[in-house]
Each structure stands twice: as C-alpha cells, then as structure tokens.
C-alpha cells in the first residue's frame, strides 16, 4: 500500500489531467474559434458594387464615395465630447447613446457611429480626427442614380442590420446591403467579395504583424457589373405619363421575355434613399399609406384583370373546340343568368369571335364559358380543365421572375368553390364573372403583360425577367431562355389576335391608333370596391389595357392597369399608345395625345374616398 | 558491474526523459518569448537564450555532482540543511525583492532564489534523520523532529510572501508516508479539505445533515459482522460539524480577498453567472486566458510558433508558471498528452529505481525528489488546466528560470549518482 501510494497518486493525477484537456481541447474546441480570436483583428478591404446599365448600355447605377465615422469602444481615449459633437453634427445626447450601443454590441469590435458623412463634412472632420483616439473614417462607396426612376425595380441598398449580421456571417456591422428589387436579387453578383487581411495584436491591442504572413488574406473581389432589361429612355417616359395616376405598367419583348419597362405609380426618386437624409426620407416613404410609394404595383398589385381576360377564354374554347371563329351568340344588351340580366356596353345584336373581342360583349363571353363547362358532364371536370389552360399562361402563381417581390395572383380551383359555395352547389352559371374577367380572378400586370407575350409569340412565353448580362461572360440563368408552352394550339391564335387589331381598327381602341403601327390589344374596365368605414362602396372602375405590336413580328406586349381610370380605352389605352410608339419609332407624332396624358391626373378620384362625402363614380369627365 | 564505471551504471533512460523535457520546455520557451527570428538562439537578451544559457549552467552542475563522491551528500546534509536556513533567514535582512516577494538574493548575474537550495537540503536532511538507526518514525517524538524538519523552512518561505514554494513542503509528507507514518494522517487532511470546501459550497447545515446521512448509510449497508463503535463516531461528527462552523471564521478573516477570489472561482460559489464571468475575466484573468490558449488548440494545435494568443502574449507569465498554455495552443491534444504521459512515466521511473535502493538514505532522498517533482507538476498544470485555484509554482523542468532549473536539475542529479552507487551500499 504505502509503495503504491504514490505511484496510484501519479496515474490518477495523469487521468484527471487527460480528462481536462479531452474536455477543453476536444469538447470545448470548435474551429471557427478564429472568428472571435482576440489575437487576430481583421481589416477589409471594400470593392466598389457593380454599375447597373440600361438593356441599351446606358449608365443607371454608379457609386459616389461617403465616408463612415468608426468606433471601437475600448479604445476610446477620453475627449472632448462637445466639440467632437459639433464636428459630427450630432447633440451629446445622441452621441451618449451611439456610443453606449457601440459598447454593447462589442467593446473590441468597430461600430458605425455617424454613417454617410458629406465630403465637407469629412474636410472638416479629417484634419481633427488624430484628436480622437479610438474613432477614425471608412471609406464606403454609396449609390449614385443617373436617374430619377425604376426605383422600384433597382431596389436600395442599407446598412445591414442585427438580424443580417447574425444570420449571415459575411457581413460585418456597418456594411451595405441590397434590401429590394435588383439590388437584392443579385447582391452577391453586384457586391464582389471583401478582402480580408488578419493582423495579429498582443494583449494591448497592439498591431505585431500580418497573421501567419497574410496567407488566409484575400484580395478583394470587384463587384460585377450588370446589364439589365430596362430601356432607360422608355421607363423615364412611362413615369412621365403615370404622373398623378396610380396603377402598374409591364412591358415585355414577347420574343425574350425581357421586361423592358416596369413602371409603379406613384414612385420615387431613387437618389431619396442615398445619404444621410436616407431614414428620413424612408420614414416619409414608409408610412405614406395612401399611396404606397414603396408598393411595387406592376409585380405586387393582385386585381381582377377585366375584359383582356376575355381573349384566353376565347382561345380555351376554340382549343376546347366548342365554339369556332364563326360561332355566334345574341347580346341582349347583356345576358341573362337565371332570370336576371347581366349588363353588357356593346350595343347589342349577333355577335361572332371577332366582334365579340373587338367590342368587348360580355354576351358572347358568357355564352363561350358555359360551353366550355357543358363540354364535360361535371362542372368539377370542366373547372379542372379551364383551370389547366388559365395556368399554362402563366397566371395563378409566381411566375419566377428574378425580382425578390411580387404575387401570385388568382385562378380559383373547384376546392375553392366547394368552399365558398359547398360541394355541387356551384355551376358555370355562379361563376360567370370569370368570363369576363372579374369575379374570383386576380392578376398582376406583370402577369397580364406575360400572357399578352405569350399571346403574341402564338402560344409559348419565356419567363419575365430583368438581367440581361452578368460581367463580361454575359451568361444568365438558364430558365430565363427556356421557352413555356402554353396548352392551346398555334392555330387558335389568329382569330383571337385578329380580333385584338380590330379593337384598334374599329373597337373599344379606335381612337388611339398610332400611324404606321399595327397593334393588337385588349380594353378592359373593372369594377372595384373598397371599403369606408365598414361600408363596401363601388369607386370609379379601374382602367385596363393590354397590347402587342406589330401584330406580324411583334416587338413589345404590355399591360397597363390605371387604378380608377375608367374605361380601359381611356388612361390605360393611351398610355399604352404612347409607350408602344414611343419603344418601336423612338418619338410621338400623336403630341396632343402626349399632352393629355402628362397633364390629366387622377388625384381628384383617389380623394373621392377620403373626402368623407357622398361621391359620384364613373363620371363623364375627360 | 562495478567496473563499468560511472557511465555504465547511471540510470540513461532517466537521463533521456529528463532532457526530453528540458528541450520541449525550452522550445516552447522559445515560441513565447520570440520577438525577431533573426536572432540568434545564443542572443542573451532574449529569454530563451538566456534559458540555454541556464542549460548549460545545469549541465556544468550535473559534471559536478557525477563527479562527488556519493557519500559526500549524506554526511554534509545536517550542514546543508542549516546553511540554507541561514540563507532563508537571511532573506529578511539582505532579500532582493521581485514582483512583491523577498525571496532572492542579487548575485550580480543572476539572481539566486534560496527557497529552491532549501528543497534539496530539506530532502537530504529529511532521508538522513529518517534513515539513521536510531529513528524510530512510529513515535511521536520522532514523528514531531520529522515535522519540524520540513516545517522550519516553510514557515521561513511563507512570510516573503511566497505561499506557493511553501506549500511544497507539504510533498515531504509522501516521504514520512514512504516510512510508515500514519497514513490516516493523509486521510485527515484530505477530509478537512472536503470538509472546507463543501461547507463554502453548502453551508454547515448541509454538510452535517450530509454527514448524518453518510453516516447512517455506511451502518445500513455494512456487514453485520463489521463493528464499528458508536462513540467515535459520534465523536467524529461533533468534531466535523465544529470545525465547518469554523470554516466561515477562517475564510473571511484569515484569508485575504485574493485568495478568497481565488478560491470563489474554482468553487463557482458566486451564483450569478454574469458575475462570474466577470470575476473569470477579472481575478482569474490568468487562468482564462490560460484555458482559452489550450482550447483553441484543439486536436492538433495551431503549430509551432503559430500560436495566435502565445504570440499576442495573451496569457500572462506564459513563459514561467503558464508554460503549458502554450504547449497547449501550439501542438493541441496531441503535444499536452504527450508532455503528461512524459511526465508520468518519467515519476513512475524514478518511483521504479527509488524502490531498487539498498541504502535508506538513498531510498528516502529518492522519494523527497518524486515528491517535490510531482507536487510542482500538480500544481502547475492543475492550475493552468484551470483545475486549481492560482498558486504560482513553476513547471519543473520546462518553466523560464535559472534558479529552478538548477535546482531540480541537481535535485534529480544527486539521486541518480546515489543510484548509481547502490551496488556499492551493499557492501
């Protein structure tokens, strides 16, 4: 015993020793530790963002430098608070609490203190700052807008924020941040990569040398520039039109799917969320409820499409073969469900394809719908094949465009029927709106724009999207040059694309022809309701209009949705004009047309609601 | 074997373990304290050439014992004994002071730290006394003469103040053990140990209901043809439940902050965390930084001279007392495992060629180096694996210092060429 003792003692003092070290070098050891290493402290190295040019390579988004005032807590020596307070422009209070935040989020590591210094300010600053002990100046590259609109589809960039610094480990507090449109959607693309060099301190924070001779550092990488779909020239024009007015517009080149224009009355101007004026100018965005600057509504804003709705039932049923081009049905100045009558502006009489699309009767739409479903001996059936065909053109879900937003509209499904109405008690007949294109469904223009494409292209679209070229390989993601089929033959098209020329030539369009310019299109004006005080009260029908051109070869299809506008051949209608003139000839020749159309407004109606008086809707004025 | 002469019968695996840790300490002593590689290693104004100089101080030293004759350290032990209480004593009057502790002496070149000459005279004194035929450690009186033989030097070394060198006095017990002292003694201490500690943790209402139940548990389950008196027992309790009431006592007034800060952390006895995390990185700033250092180590350390904390300086007295920090960061798992499987085996060695003494003298000087060897490397490591409570000891062997280094160096010396005497003892 008395011999063992000591040696016992030793092994178990070996075994003890062993099991420590298995607990903190193998259990407690995780090898990202090099993170929060107060040895290393890294310093990076910004590459500038990428420039956004226009479809034609023009210069959109460019950067400007601003300059970032820094602080790391514990290194802070004291100072003169007053002064450092009136070189930054900010009250002690606030600099007491900047500062205190600093500290809590981490005394060793950099926090921003003032972003976005002006370059005066930062002369000023600069020759003081070695008073400062423990504060300097980053340099940051901001955006720059060569101009005042897409500012929707560009999206803003911000200082990235608790969540993004926890949930992303790339960035590092202080650093900017696509937050919407494109500059979200292709943040990786635009930002480049930092480059990285650790540098090891002793335990006074003091620099001794590059870590492990720079071999973990990395040189930054540049942002990419990218080219996108926009035409610069044309989304400044659709801007100019929609001043005063409150709707959406998409244009598509049907052949590429690229959007040409994207337009969201009312907008911004980009260059408001730059600089230091930046929250402020947010708030004043943000919480403008009335008319939601920030809501993109050519991708986001979900209503029922109206009468362009009409030129897909017209192309089920002739895929369907239940009716042809010669088919006729009988406009009673509407038409009648069960006994009561459903009202129609036509003008009544015999009404075939053509005449049915180019005067827009909801008579012979009715009629066409119910033949769809009485094809099949259930109305389950016949939903479920209305509802294939209405998917094929893109309607009903997301569509997959490369912009982090938008909605997915809505083509109801017997389920949702069977819900509203109970199982089997619902038959064409109940929903007959469809037909017309009220009642259940909802689009975007976004997607009103695509089926118009797809009408266009004779029956395949490809997917909306706004890159046009990534950095000097030019390549972009693949699904965006697949063609999508849609389920109704080549053949179907003409009639119904000869009937949209005709809106022009002798329908709902005839006024707003353009010379030279062969165009198909598509009125539409939709009912629409809100709600005052609890009450559903009708406003002002929405404006709607949908178009390709030229109708052999066509080169742009759009859709323009003007909330309150009235008939579709009105704001929408010549809006459309415009932009179609204005994308394939490059000027107007029509300028009283221009003229009407950027100096009427629509402010008058969207103060109808609030104005807390009774009002008239649908008033003749124009 | 006689005639193989000193070379034959030296003890070379000792001799090869024991210049293993010497060159793996002054390694790692090299990766703390380099500042610019292009010096030379013989630069004497950095530490580790000093260090190497300091080798080379011991391998002169090592000459110079081989070449003493063996009997020569038995019979001036007495004289050795009370020259170094002489110079222990002398501290009081002509001490240099560093770092707040009297304990060294200005030699001009070097500074000599008595305390460390005071170990090895202690052991031989302790063997010689231990071993001399009239010695009878079974009674009290002679149990008393072998007290006082390793307390007078403590008591001497823990006023500089240097509480830690004192406290390893405390390893000549494993001697007196070694020599049929009682080993309930050992049994007592660790007890009173258990006992103040669990009365800081729990409170003295606790620990005697604990004891209670202990008590009637261990009645329960013996066997019944175990008899164990009633009376002692019972003795027993009141004595534990007297000297936890005087735990508190002892704590708040004997003890200086310091020490009870030290003892509050390794016992975790404050409750909130944050405040804890504070003291860890306040009071046992050391110890924090120390652990960190291992951790990051992980499997296979970050390599020599890559240690990022090691190179930083992160971990204070890194290249004396928290050595192993950085043979923890720099060769992970892999270098501390191997650096205690060396140290182990090396004691397990010297306990192997101990116990293969002819001679008393020899045997018990053997165990006094085991003991102080093994004490050190307890305490040291324990604290820098954040085991223990900060008691600043060296590493031996592996710590910066010349004192030390000498010291040990000559304390295990003077046992191998004891060794390699033994086949002459007989005669």
């Not at chain 1, 709705?309 to 073969?321: S, V």
Request: include cysteine.
């Amino acid at each position: 015993m008395k011999k063992l003792l000591l040696s016992s003692i030793i092994v178990i003092i070996g075994f003890t020793f062993i099991g420590r070290l298995s607990y903190l070098q193998l259990f407690r050891f995780s090898p990202d530790q090099i993170l929060e290493d107060p040895a290393i402290k890294k310093i990076y190295d910004y590459p500038e963002r990428g420039y956004i040019y226009d479809r034609n390579g023009e210069l959109m988004v460019g950067n400007q430098p601003a300059y970032d005032v820094m602080v790391i807590p514990r290194e802070v020596q004291p100072l003169d608070t007053l002064e450092f307070c009136s070189l930054l422009g900010i009250d002690k209070k606030t600099f007491i609490s900047k500062m205190e935040k600093a500290r809590v989020y981490s005394p060793r590591l950099p926090s921003v203190l003032v972003p976005q210094l002006s370059k005066e300010d930062y002369a000023t600053l600069q020759e003081k700052m070695r008073h400062f002990v423990g504060f300097y100046i980053q340099k940051r590259s901001l955006r720059y807008y060569t101009t005042n609109s897409a500012a929707n589809v560009l999206g803003y960039i911000s200082e990235v924020n608790e969540w993004d610094l926890q949930n992303n480990p790339y960035y590092v507090a202080g650093e900017l941040k696509g937050r919407t449109g494109i500059e979200k959607q292709y943040e990786e693309v635009l930002r480049g990569r930092k480059g990285v060099k650790h540098i090891q301190k002793d335990r006074f924070n003091r620099d001794i040398g590059p870590y492990k001779d720079g071999k973990l550092d990395t040189l930054p990488e540049q942002g990419t520039e990218i080219h996108i779909t926009l035409d610069k020239k044309l989304q400044e024009y659709g801007e100019k039109l929609m001043h005063g007015k409150r709707g959406g517009i998409v244009a598509i080149e049907p052949k590429s799917g690229e959007i040409l224009a994207m337009i969201s009355g009312p907008t911004y101007d980009p260059s408001l969320l730059v600089g230091r004026e930046r929250s402020k100018n947010y708030s004043k965005l943000h919480y403008d409820s009335i008319s939601k600057p920030l809501f993109d509504r050519s991708i986001s804003y979900e209503k029922e499409p109206g009468s362009p709705f009409k030129t897909l039932n017209a192309l089920i049923a002739l895929q369907e073969g239940v009716v042809n081009p010669n088919t006729k049905f009988r406009c009673y100045h509407g038409f009648y469900v069960g006994n009561t009558l459903r009202g129609c502006h036509c003008g009544g009489g015999v009404r075939d394809m053509n005449s049915g699309i180019y005067q827009s009767c909801n008579a012979y739409f009715a009629g066409v719908f119910r033949r769809i479903y009485d094809k099949y001996p259930t109305t389950d059936e016949g939903m479920d094949v209305w509802e294939k065909h209405m998917k094929s053109f893109g309607l009903g879900n997301y569509l997959g465009t490369d912009l982090p937003t938008g909605r997915p509209g809505r083509i109801p499904d017997k389920n949702f029927y069977d819900k509203w109405y109970g199982d089997g008690r619902w038959a064409a007949s109940t929903i007959i709106s469809n037909a017309i294109g009220q009642g259940e469904i909802a689009a975007t223009p976004l997607q009103l724009a695509n089926m118009t494409a797809a009408i266009a292209n004779r029956g395949y679209f490809y997917t909306p999207h706004v890159i046009k070229s990534m950095g000097s390989s030019g390549s972009i993601d693949p699904k965006y040059t697949e063609p999508h089929y849609t389920t109704i033959d080549r053949k179907h098209f003409e009639p119904v694309i000869e009937g949209m020329a005709n809106v022009y030539k002798y329908g709902t369009a005839r006024w707003i022809q353009i010379p030279d310019i062969e165009i198909a299109g598509k009125t539409g004006t939709v009912e629409n309701f809100t709600k005052i005080d609890g009450e559903r009260v009708q406003l002002t029908d929405n404006s709607v209009f949908v178009a390709f051109a030229p109708v052999e070869n066509p080169q742009i299809a759009l859709a323009v949705y003007i909330e309150n506008g009235y008939y579709g051949a009105r704001y929408a209608g010549h809006i459309a004009s415009l932009l179609i003139e204005k994308y394939i000839k490059g000027e107007i020749t029509r300028k009283d047309l221009e003229k009407r159309m950027l100096e009427k407004t629509l402010e008058h109606e969207y103060a109808k609601p609030y104005s807390g008086e009774p009002f008239k809707i649908n008033e003749y004025v124009w | 074997m006689s005639g193989r002469g000193l070379f034959g019968r030296i003890d070379w695996i000792t001799i090869f373990l024991y210049a293993l840790l010497v060159f793996i300490g002054w390694i790692n002593i090299y990766s703390t304290s380099l500042v610019d590689p292009n010096l030379s290693i013989f630069d004497f104004s950095t530490l580790y050439g000093k260090q190497l100089f300091f080798i080379g101080l011991a391998a002169l030293g090592i000459i110079l014992v081989l070449f003493v004759e063996s009997n020569f350290f038995e019979r001036f032990a007495s004289i050795f004994y009370i020259i170094s209480i002489l110079l222990l004593l002398g501290l009081f009057v002509f001490g240099k002071t560093i770092a707040g502790a009297t304990s060294w002496y200005n030699l001009g070149f070097f500074n000599l730290q008595p305390s460390e000459l005071a170990k090895v005279a202690t052991a031989l004194a302790l063997a010689k006394f231990l071993s001399d035929i009239q010695t009878d450690i079974r009674t009290g009186r002679h149990q008393m003469y072998a007290l006082a033989i390793v307390l007078v030097p403590a008591l001497l070394i823990l006023p500089q103040p240097d509480p830690g060198s004192a406290l390893i006095y405390f390893s000549f017990f494993f001697v007196l053990f070694r020599e049929g002292f009682p080993l309930y003694y050992l049994g007592i201490l660790i007890f009173m140990v258990i006992l103040f500690a669990t009365t800081l943790m729990f409170g003295t209402v606790w620990v005697a209901i604990g004891l209670i139940i202990l008590t009637i548990l261990v009645y329960t389950f013996k066997k019944a043809s175990l008899k164990i008196p009633v009376l002692p027992v019972i003795g027993v309790i009141v004595l534990s439940i007297l000297f936890s009431l005087s735990v508190d006592f002892v704590y708040e007034n004997v003890f200086e902050q310091r020490h009870r800060d030290r003892i509050a952390l390794w016992l975790s006895l404050e409750k909130d965390e944050n405040k804890l995390e504070e003291i860890r990185k306040t009071i046992g700033y050391n110890t924090y930084q120390s652990e960190k250092a291992i951790e990051s180590g992980g499997f296979f350390g970050k390599g020599f001279l890559e240690g990022t904390r090691t190179k930083g300086d992160f971990v204070p007295e890194q290249h004396t007392d928290y050595i192993f920090s950085s043979v923890g960061e720099e060769w992970g798992f892999l270098g501390t495992v191997t650096v205690i499987l060396l140290f182990s085996v090396f004691f397990l060695r010297l306990i192997h060629i101990a116990e293969r003494q002819k001679s008393d003298f020899s045997r018990m000087y053997g165990y006094g180096v085991i003991s102080i060897l093994v004490f050190h490397y307890f305490i040291n490591i324990g604290m820098v694996i954040g085991l223990l409570p900060t008691i600043g000891v060296p590493l031996p062997f592996f710590s910066y210092g010349g004192s030390g280094l000498i010291f040990f160096t000559m304390l295990l010396f003077i046992f191998l060429k004891l060794d390699s005497n033994r086949l002459k003892d007989g005669i």
